[in-house]
């Protein structure tokens, strides 16, 4: 078998073991992705005048919806090995030894974030915004698992960056040895995963550029980094050469990402139409206290009520909106008028 003599190597190891513990690469390579997109949109939440650990609290519900969600994609669209002929169910529970779909985990971890944004009061689509690129970040450190696997490459090559792929044990996660002792090499292949990792970090410095230009708002942010990322999907994607279900002759994967691509870019633009420009306030509109009015979640019952238990009403506040004016939203009559909570949705 002809392999380039100049080539990526890969690893001929993806576990190691402390004691009883095994380590894996693939397990340490998601850790750190999340870290660096949790210290990344924390950042810039703040940044965009969220309050301190609003974040954390937010990623403990996203991240156990993003997991299970990218595991239930992965053994749906690829169940053979599960509940095929031969198959193990069980080992459908084994995240750790790989499959994790993107679409399933971004679509359920939405869903957690969700969760987490209304219990910490504070809208999503700001926090989409500030999470974007710091996901992306992650999407592609989390490709170096794939490195450590030897999974994730394309046709063979003899270009200098090809990497080189060997016999694999994914259930001791190794290479597979050969008669003289020495790790069995399949041959040189496009990195696949290599492109797809330099692909997203391209696309979170793209987002960010975009975001510090046009101060970009109300998801748009992030539907623009899902419209950049599902474009660059569908020319990644058609290079992989393992094994999937197909659909009218093309990889499910690659309908999955036209579909999505499609979808996020039309809602971007749509909310470019709607709501132009930045979120004035980060904060949910909370229901009224004692019918008093729209205040803030965590806020006192009687915040918004004037010391007569009076109430500007909806009449009043109709027509100031459609004269244009931002009405006083502060109802004792002090400070300076305000936008108010009730021009701020969810997107």
């Known amino acids: 078998m002809r392999v380039a003599t100049m080539a990526i190597p890969s690893p001929v190891q993806g576990v190691w073991h402390l004691g009883p513990v095994p380590v894996r690469a693939y397990a340490v390579c998601i850790l750190m992705g999340i870290l660096v997109a949790v210290w990344l949109t924390e950042r810039r939440w703040a940044q965009r005048g969220g309050e301190p650990g609003a974040v954390l609290d937010i990623v403990a519900w996203a991240i156990p919806f993003g997991i299970v969600g990218g595991r239930l994609y992965h053994v749906a669209t690829s169940w053979q090995p599960y509940f095929g002929p031969d198959g193990d169910p069980i080992a459908a529970l084994y995240v750790w030894e790989g499959g994790l779909g993107v679409w399933g985990a971004i679509g359920l971890g939405a869903l957690g974030a969700w969760i987490g944004a209304r219990r910490a009061g ?118 992989r050469i393992d094994s999937a279900n197909h659909v009218l002759g093309l990889r499910l994967n690659l309908w999955t990402a036209m579909a999505v691509g499609v979808v996020a870019t039309a809602l971007t633009f749509l909310s470019a139409r709607r709501h132009p420009g930045r979120e004035e306030s980060l904060l949910r509109v909370a229901a009224e206290a004692d019918g008093a009015g729209p205040v803030r979640q965590g806020a006192a019952p009687d915040e918004g009520i004037g010391p007569d238990r009076t109430r500007t009403s909806g009449l009043e506040g109709a027509g100031a909106d459609f004269e244009g004016d931002k009405p006083d939203n502060d109802d004792r009559g002090t400070g300076p008028a305000k936008a108010p909570f009730d021009d701020v949705g969810d997107g």
């Open 122 to 239: 504070v809208l999503l689509p700001p926090l989409a915004d500030a999470a974007a690129p710091g996901i992306a970040l992650a999407q592609g450190i989390g490709r170096l698992g794939n490195w450590f696997n030897n999974e994730v490459y394309g046709s063979r090559t003899d270009v200098i960056w090809g990497l080189r792929i060997h016999e694999w044990d994914q259930s001791v996660g190794r290479a597979v040895l050969g008669p003289d002792g020495r790790p069995e090499v399949l041959g040189t292949f496009h990195p696949v995963f290599l492109y797809e990792l330099l692909w997203n970090f391209a696309v979170a410095g793209v987002v960010i550029w975009a975001d510090r230009r046009w101060r970009l708002g109300h998801g748009r942010v992030f539907g623009m980094y899902v419209a950049l990322y599902t474009l660059g999907r569908l020319w990644i994607e058609a290079l």
